[in-house]
């Protein structure tokens, strides 16, 4: 009998070394103290940029426009050289020149008059396209200059980021050519007068247009 008993206690004893691990009482890894353990699997999350009403959108902008409770409707992708974007059920929707505001209005508007009743829309910009401003004439560092993304570049931001005017400058006599609906316009801004008078409203720059700092004649 005991031999039967001692046989037993032995199978158990195993059984419970097995179990355990291969170590008696052995305890799991744990997390020190005020550590967090590392998530498995790469890190999927992606960044974007959530713009104010007022941010102007351009072609290339990439965008991602969700419908909240409406995930079928979820659409991110570039704003076409056209300036649109294509969006479930409604179709194309002009993007380019406008703001955040007015986009995520009309995609509002014209889901809710036949699709989803009063959608809460939402736009992200994911990525901002690289838009320029190219200054010439007399400053320091002709050529391209880049509008940051967040916009809001102004006519003396320009200059100063083209190295400031040269010592032959007039900057009484700035011309800016810009783009306006296919047709090339020619504008004079007396820049001066600007950078003298605080109460004057800066004159903010486009995308494309060419500024050129006419040459003193004295």
Same mark, same amino acid.
């Given at each position: ?7 037993? @206690? ?20 744990? &997390? ?13 999350? $992606? @960044?974007? =940029? ?48 406008? &703001?955040?505001? +007015? ?5 509002? @508007? $014209? ?35 880049? =509008?940051?993304? +967040? ?23 700035? &011309?800016?050519? $810009? ?9 004079? =801004?007396?820049?001066?007068?600007? @950078? $003298? ?22």
């Amino acid at each position: 009998m005991n031999k039967i008993r001692l046989a037993l @206690s032995s199978i158990l004893f195993l059984w419970l070394f097995v179990a355990g691990g291969g170590v008696m009482g052995q305890q799991p890894a744990s &997390t020190p103290q005020g550590e967090t353990a590392p998530s498995s699997g790469p890190d999927t999350a $992606r @960044s974007y =940029i959530a713009p104010r009403g007022d941010t102007l959108l351009h072609r290339n902008d990439l965008v991602r426009i969700t419908v909240f409770q409406e995930d079928d409707l979820t659409t991110e992708t570039r704003i076409s050289k056209s300036g649109t974007i294509i969006f479930p059920l409604i179709g194309p929707v002009h993007m380019d020149g406008r &703001t955040v505001d +007015e986009v995520t209005a009309e995609i509002r @508007s $014209r889901l809710d008059k036949d699709y989803v009743i009063n959608p809460h829309v939402t736009l992200m910009i994911m990525d901002f396209a690289k838009q320029w401003v190219t200054v010439l004439g007399e400053v320091n560092k002709p050529g391209q200059i880049e =509008i940051p993304a +967040e916009g809001g570049l102004d006519l003396l931001g320009a200059i100063a980021l083209a190295g400031g005017y040269t010592r032959i400058a007039d900057p009484s006599h700035v &011309t800016i050519r $810009r783009n306006v609906d296919g047709k090339d316009q020619v504008l004079k =801004i007396n820049a001066k007068q600007l @950078s $003298r008078d605080a109460e004057v409203k800066q004159f903010m720059v486009n995308p494309g247009d060419t500024i050129n700092v006419a040459q003193s004649l004295f």
